[in-house]
């Protein structure tokens, strides 16, 4: 398990853009698969993108394809979150998680979570 850290959150007009990172520790990070998922009040944990090991492969919902580049450095065992043209809707906390390499992108598969930051996107 590695030890995961948001941050980049904030509060964001409509339209606007916001860089999420996630810093791990552990000297195991290029091993894991990293995602990122968000909560918004009332409603389920929702999957956003997902990258791999190697950084080659992402894959991102529909409901953010085209406005979300998820990224990695395994250099500085960080992930990032590009988020361009926020929309209300898009308002949750925003969580990092880690899967093991060579794994499904399933939830199930997640093992190690961050403590999540707050993106909010004001109309």
């Known amino acids: 398990q590695v030890q995961l850290v948001e941050a980049g959150g904030g509060l964001v007009q409509a339209g606007g853009s916001l860089r999420l990172s996630c810093a791990a520790s552990?000297?195991?990070?290029?091993?894991?698969?990293m995602g990122w998922f968000r909560q918004a009040p009332g409603k389920e944990r929702e999957f956003v993108a997902d990258?791999?090991?190697?950084?080659?492969?992402?894959y991102y919902a529909d409901v953010v394809k085209g406005r979300f580049t998820i990224s990695r450095d395994n250099a500085k065992n960080t992930v990032y979150l590009q988020m361009n043209s926020l929309k209300p809707e898009d308002t949750a906390v925003y969580y990092c998680?880690?899967?093991?390499?060579?794994?499904?992108?399933?939830?199930?598969?997640?093992?190690?979570w961050g403590q999540g930051t707050q993106v909010t996107v004001s109309s």
């Open positions: 998680a880690a899967r093991p390499r060579f794994t499904l992108s399933s939830m199930n598969n997640y093992s190690c």
């Open positions: 990258i791999s090991s190697s950084g080659i492969s992402t």
């Open positions: 552990g000297r195991t990070f290029s091993s894991y698969a």
